[in-house]
């Protein structure tokens, strides 16, 4: 069967490896000049499995208000009025309560936990290199406030079977001993031994290599502007180089996917929630990252790549926008730099580098078919698209191939937000 994939994020680019893996001819199409050249570029590289969590989480309205007034927020609302953010806040806000917590919660870890058994696979299968690391991820708490806040969430990590180490300073700096030399500045941490870390861009692009060796065709340079229907069904999809048709069609389009949806009726809740990062190159190995960080504080996460540094965060809700916001920078490399002072030459000039999270307002993804025979839908993974994408490539794979998928469903696909009957 042919199948038309549009986009090749990390998203669209494991969708093609799996589907070619069950036999279908595939193409996949999208209007930069390579893969992995929007969301998927410079993430912050965490693979977290274990913090996989909706951010629409009880307690977030009040943390957002004070991060309004703080020097370095994690969280920026543009105030300019875009009734697609108003809606998204709105729904998100119906989640921030424990009972959708817990739900979401578990739908995610669901494909979370599947998408490391699928990249596993996939590892032994293609034998790639993306400057991977199995080492975990270091929650830093700086505050004696923060173990406090933590210790109650343990309970919800307990009730998810999540495996953490509760660690005092020396615990953390065992773990990352460039920490010692800012003792004074952290109070204690968690550590999630499962967790890993990678380079999604590298992924992406050594995945596309082995898609190609299976027949897979990468069509770039293409803008796709609108999917065109007949007898309910899509026939065929509109470019600016002329009509491309296949058998089925497979939208993985990251946060440009309700553009294209809606016209045809679909509504999915995909809001662009923009993130920064900054790329460094390590100067002293004995003084850098081992592995991969969340600073609590800041919400920033510091990633080992190589012999680079990856550190990103920042929430900011202004649509589309992709300038580069220099307070963003500066927050980042803040948090990196009193964490790690001597491991970077903080003077030098870094990557700086934005993407769109494709966010939907209760966290997980939206993955499977659609009211359209011949349409279905990997997209929406928010702030774990790379985390998630071996997972979401094997499940869409198997839906579309009529292969039983091996998980369930419940509340990973659209029919989420249509209104029950
Ligand atoms: C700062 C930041 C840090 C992050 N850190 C992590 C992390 O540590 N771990 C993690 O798991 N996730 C992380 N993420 C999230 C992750 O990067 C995304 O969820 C993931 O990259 C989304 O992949 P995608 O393929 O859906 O979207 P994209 O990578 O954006 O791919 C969509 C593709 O569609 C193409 N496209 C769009 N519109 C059109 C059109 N009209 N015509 C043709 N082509 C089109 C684009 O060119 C693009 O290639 C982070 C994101 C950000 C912003």
């Known amino acids: 069967m042919k199948i038309l994939i549009l986009g090749s994020g990390v998203i669209g680019t494991t969708s093609a ?10 193409t996949v199409v999208d209007r930069q000049n390579n893969v992995a050249l929007e969301t998927s570029h410079a993430n912050a590289g965490q693979l977290s499995y274990v913090m996989s969590s909706p951010w629409a989480a009880p307690g977030i309205p009040i ?27 709105y729904q998100m ?33 293609t034998n ?21 806040e933590t210790r109650k969430d343990i309970a919800v990590l307990d009730k998810f079977k999540v495996k953490y180490n509760i660690l005092d300073i020396d615990g953390c700096i065992a773990k990352e001993p460039g920490l010692r030399h800012v003792k004074d500045k952290i109070a204690g941490g968690l550590y999630f031994g499962g967790d890993q870390t990678g380079n999604c861009f590298l992924f992406t692009n050594e995945l596309q290599k082995k898609c190609i060796e299976m027949g897979v065709k990468f069509e770039f340079g293409v803008n796709i502007e609108k999917l065109n229907l007949k007898n309910k069904e899509i026939s065929g999809i509109e470019t600016d180089r002329g009509e491309l048709t296949s058998d ?17 009726g679909i509504n999915i809740p995909v809001y662009p929630v923009k993130g920064y990062s900054v790329t460094l190159p390590i100067v002293n190995e004995e003084d850098a990252p081992q592995s991969t960080l969340l600073d609590e504080t800041y919400k920033v996460a ?26 963003s920078r500066a927050t980042i490399r803040h948090s990196f730099g009193d964490l790690f002072p001597l491991a970077a030459d903080m003077k030098s000039d870094d990557e700086f580098w934005t993407g769109l999270r494709p966010m939907t307002p209760d966290g997980p993804p939206i993955i499977g078919k659609t009211p359209y025979p011949n349409l279905y839908l990997n ?43």
């Not at 893996?21 to 595939?26: A, F, L, M, P």
């Not at 943390?63 to 806040?89: G, M």
């Not at 069609?249 to 045809?264: A, E, H, K, M, N």
């Open 17 to 26: 490896y799996f589907l070619a893996k069950e036999g279908h001819e595939v």
């Open 63 to 89: 943390k957002a208000l004070k991060w309004t007034f703080s020097k370095h927020p994690p969280l920026v609302i543009n105030p300019y009025f875009d009734i697609k953010k108003i809606k998204f806040i």
């Open 93 to 125: 806000l119906k989640n921030c309560n424990h009972k959708s917590y817990m739900i979401n919660k578990t739908r995610m870890l669901r494909i979370s936990n599947y998408s490391k058994q699928c990249l596993n696979e996939l590892e032994s299968e």
């Open 128 to 148: 790639i290199d993306y400057e991977q690391r199995k080492k975990g991820l270091l929650q830093v708490l700086r505050t004696d406030k923060q173990i406090a």
């Open 248 to 264: 089925k069609y497979l939208v993985t389009l990251g946060s440009y996917s309700p553009q294209l949806l809606s016209p045809i």
């Open 302 to 327: 510091i990633t080992r790549l190589g012999d680079k540094v990856r550190v990103a965060g920042t929430a900011e809700l202004t649509g589309h926008n992709l300038d580069l916001r220099e307070k």
């Open 379 to 421: 997209t929406g993974h928010g702030t774990l698209g790379w985390t998630m994408s071996a997972g979401s490539g094997k499940l869409i794979a198997d839906i579309i191939s009529n292969n039983e998928p091996k998980i369930s469903l419940e509340g990973i696909e659209m029919s989420r937000y249509l209104p029950a009957n």
